[in-house]
Every structure is written in C-alpha cells, then in structure tokens.
C-alpha cells in the first residue's frame, strides 16, 4: 500500500494548524499495551496526568507476551517475545516515575 510521506501531507496543511495540543491536557489516551505504550502510560500517570489504555488483545504486553499451555505435567510457559532484555533501566525509569522499585513487581532473571 502507497501511504503519503509526511511532507506531502503538510503541503496540504494551513500553516496555522498546530502540530500540539493546545489547553489542559489531563486525560490521555495511549493506544497500544505493548512495552512503549505500558512505559508512556507508566510516565504520564507519574506526571500526575489520568491515562486510559486501549488494548485490541486480552493482556497487555504487545510483542512480549506470554503462551501457557497445559499438558501432561503441568503448565509449560513460551516467550512469545523478546527473551532478553538488554537495558532494564529504561524500565526500572518507568516504575521510578511512578514512585515504585521495579524490583517489588518484576523478576527478571
């Protein structure tokens, strides 16, 4: 599919259309519960903002989820994602916004 470049579009654009929102903007909208809109939502919520998250799956988690299955001796869990993860600060950054120790919910091992 041919999407128009971003310059094309503003061509079209009157100068004076503002390219951020203007007035308060308390409550925020963040489409996706993958990683960056988890950790976008974590850092707005810490700046005192209300956030709602859309979701189009079950669980959260984007391209780093979870698979459980069930089968003779026991549960067996898959990453169906990333499995390492190189910069845990980035989100140890998220929860300290927020006023949490990443390590009080996540094990990463």
Not at 3 to 18: C, E, G, K, Q, V
Request: with cysteine.
């Amino acid at each position: 599919m041919n999407y128009p470049s971003t310059r094309s579009i503003r061509r079209w654009l009157p100068r004076s259309t503002p390219r951020t929102v203007t007035g308060g903007t308390d409550h925020v909208v963040v489409v996706g519960a993958g990683l960056a809109g988890l950790s976008a939502a974590m850092r707005l919520a810490g700046a005192g903002r209300k956030v709602t998250v859309l979701e189009r799956e079950l669980t959260p988690g984007g391209r780093a989820g979870r698979l459980n299955v069930e089968a003779a001796g026991g549960t067996y869990h898959f990453d169906t994602g990333p499995s390492v993860l190189t910069m845990p600060d980035l989100i140890a950054d998220c929860f300290d916004a927020l006023g949490e120790d990443m390590q009080d919910w996540l094990e990463l091992e």
